[in-house]
């Protein structure tokens, strides 16, 4: 009796916990416009990470609770493509 109430108490506070979220940030793009919304707005913050520039982002961010930040997922030191060389023939 005691391990199923042990069982079944386990299985409730597994449930109840909270749950993951995905990766909020595009590495496609250099730049994130992190954006609060707060209590009055009910949808909490998020991630908006489209932007190329931060004069890009921060003109969009203009206005609004929202602060321009470098995407940590984007790989600023990678190495660039090595160019092809076709042969002709």
Not at 10 to 15: A, D, P
Not at 31 to 58: K, T
């Amino acid at each position: 009796m005691i391990r199923s109430f042990g069982l079944i108490a386990f299985i409730g506070v597994s449930l109840m916990a909270a749950p993951s979220h995905a990766q909020t940030f595009d590495p496609r793009y250099p730049i994130c416009m992190h954006v609060y919304s707060g209590a009055n707005g009910g949808g909490g913050e998020w991630y908006d990470c489209s932007f190329i520039s931060l004069p890009q982002c921060r003109a969009t961010a203009s206005g609004r609770a929202a602060t321009c930040d470098l995407n940590p997922y984007y790989p600023f030191n990678a190495a660039p493509p090595r160019p092809r060389h076709w042969r002709s023939g």
